[in-house]
């Protein structure tokens, strides 16, 4: 035992092993700017930002903010590499970035070598931020933001601190965008490859290196042994702890549990959450098993209407409305999840986080009380209203990996108020293709998971990023209040956020259903964490330098 920065007396961290774990999903796809941050866990052990949350202040340490699916509050930022930023004015930010930080040298990588380990510099941060909002195909930040709201220009100071400038009033976005968005890459590296979709061609300055990819099978990391970065609890302790990382790219939930139950999987990450069933089956056999239990506010179960075509029924309100009070969510929750979910007033979560945003639903209106209260004879009544007395047909897409028999449980209710519904379900790579947000061509509905993982998100409301189609000035009208305040002034977004969440509730733009409980799971001899699955505003994967594995405790439990 040892005393750590906090005054904690805890195990000693040790150096060594290989962390097998489960991640978000194949990404197939390794260029930070192409790829999103949740699905790029891959991005978070190669390549880094230039703040991220602080992890002494996660549930590892104070416990301040939760770690879950969420980007967190900016209150709990510290510097990465950047070792610290000023904001002097409302359209400046000033990094100062940290001194003696290298990129990884892998003398088995030609895209390595072209870098030879030097040191990243202001340059390379102008270059990274500059072409985060180039027009690169499957460009992923750029879509998501207005053109007012990208930098003006981006300018190397010195080698070690950038400026950049504004459009007055927009510096917050700015911050979130290029501090905590935007993952520094060598210059070099695109030059010779430009955009960096295959695994080769992965250099950052991240405490791991990409060795190795195998699509839809593995992806295989080693330790980057020149990385920077110390352990905040023992700061003589120079990170990564682990020898390397595997992932496994499994979809079937019987090998995930069987992996985890004979010891070949170290931790399950992110949306690959394991149900109430399989956590009490583990603990049965398994009563060492560590988990974390997590309301799955990101895999909600949803229906989500597209809103571009007048002729379609449900572009009527009450039509959408009516759908909604055709299910009964409460034996949903009973039959369906045993009980072990929450009908939540999506779309916010009742995270500690976020507490000053959530309103529960029986403080919502009452019309959205209605929406949520199973009443199948007002439902018909009010489809016969909106001219639909016989009801209509409904296709709603899906992809394999979603929970098709709930939809299923959808389409009994929706028949007992006379609307047909029609599953179509697709191979996930057609599915995602379909729902892409600047570019979205499901025809009439799709069913999926809501995943608005922060508050001061509006993808799902206003275009180019609504895979709805959906096109609200009010959502414009939030979405331009948030986008001014939500770092340096994040109070002033709170009331606003609310009455808007209230306001999306009532448009019944989406059906959702309760969100279960879930269980994140890791195996006894993985310490150092406590369940997190993202540290930052968008960083997943990041989290994994902290934690060490136990190889003498694996042993003696026999595996």
């Not at 040298?105 to 941060?125: I, Q, Y």
């Not at 180039?134 to 998501?144: F, K, M």
């Not at 003006?152 to 010195?158: I, K, R, Y």
């Not at 001014?484 to 808007?500: G, R, T």
Request: proline share 7%; glycine share 6%; aromatic share 14%.
């Amino acid at each position: 035992m040892a005393q750590d920065s906090l005054g904690r007396m805890v195990e000693k961290p040790r150096y060594g092993g290989t962390l097998t774990l489960l991640p978000y999903r194949d990404q197939g796809n390794f260029d930070p700017v192409t790829v999103s941050p949740m699905t790029n866990v891959a991005g978070g052990l190669t390549h880094e930002d230039l703040a991220e949350a602080d992890w002494a202040r996660g549930p590892s340490g104070t416990g301040e903010y939760s770690a879950i699916f969420s980007m967190q509050p900016f209150t709990f930022h510290t510097g990465l590499l950047a070792e610290s930023w000023e904001i002097p004015d409302d359209q400046t930010i000033i990094f100062h970035i940290r001194k003696g930080v290298h990129f990884a040298l892998d003398p088995n990588s030609e895209a390595s070598r072209l870098v030879g380990g030097r040191e990243m510099t202001a340059d390379d941060v102008v270059f990274s931020i500059n072409r985060r909002f180039e027009d690169i195909p499957g460009s992923h930040a750029r879509p998501r933001l207005q053109p007012y709201e990208w930098p003006v220009s981006v300018t190397a100071l010195d080698k070690y601190t950038v400026e950049i400038k504004t459009t007055p009033g927009y510096v917050d976005v700015n911050m979130s965008v290029t501090g905590d968005w935007t993952k520094i890459t060598a210059f070099e590296v695109v030059k010779k490859y430009g955009v960096l979709r295959e695994w080769n061609t992965s250099v950052g300055t991240g405490p791991f290196m990409l060795v190795d990819y195998v699509p839809g099978s593995s992806a295989t990391f080693v330790k980057n042994p020149n990385y920077w970065a110390a352990d905040p609890f023992f700061p003589e302790n120079k990170l990564p702890y682990l020898d390397g990382v595997k992932f496994l790219y499994l979809k079937d939930m019987s090998t995930i549990i069987a992996g985890a139950r004979t010891g070949k999987l170290d931790l399950t990450y992110a949306t690959n959450l394991i149900s109430r069933d399989d956590m009490l089956s583990l603990k049965n056999s398994r009563p060492e098993m560590k988990f974390r239990e997590i309301l799955n506010f990101s895999g909600i179960p949803t229906l989500f209407f597209m809103m571009n075509n007048p002729e379609l029924p449900w572009y009527d309100q009450k039509v959408r409305q009516a759908l909604g009070m055709a299910i009964d969510r409460e034996a949903v929750k009973s039959d369906y999840y045993a009980g072990s979910a929450e009908i939540l007033a999506a779309p916010t979560y009742p995270a500690p986080d976020w507490a000053s945003m959530y309103t529960p639903l029986n403080e919502l209106p009452q019309s959205v009380q209605d929406y949520y209260t199973y009443q199948p004879e007002k439902a018909r009544k009010m489809l016969a209203e909106a001219g639909y007395p016989n009801g209509f047909t409904i296709q709603v897409d899906t992809s394999v990996l979603y929970d098709v028999d709930l939809l299923s449980v959808v389409k009994f209710y929706w028949e007992q108020v006379g609307v047909n519904l029609e599953i179509k379900v697709h191979e996930d790579k057609v599915f995602t293709s379909m729902t892409a947000e600047t570019g979205a061509t499901v025809p009439q509905a799709y069913w999926s998971r809501y995943g608005n993982w922060t508050p001061y998100s509006f993808h799902y409301w206003t275009q180019p990023d609504s895979a709805q189609l959906i096109e609200d000035e009010e959502a414009f009208r939030v979405r331009e209040i948030v986008m001014k305040d939500f770092i340096l002034n994040e109070p002033a977004i709170w009331s606003p956020l609310k009455e808007f969440h209230s306001y999306v509730m009532e448009k019944a733009w989406q059906v959702w259903l309760p969100a279960p409980y879930q269980y994140q799971l890791w195996q006894p001899w993985v310490k150092g964490y406590s369940g997190e699955t993202v540290t930052g505003r968008s960083d997943y994967g990041n989290f994994i330098k902290h934690v060490w594995y136990d190889q003498a405790l694996k042993k003696s439990l026999g595996y």
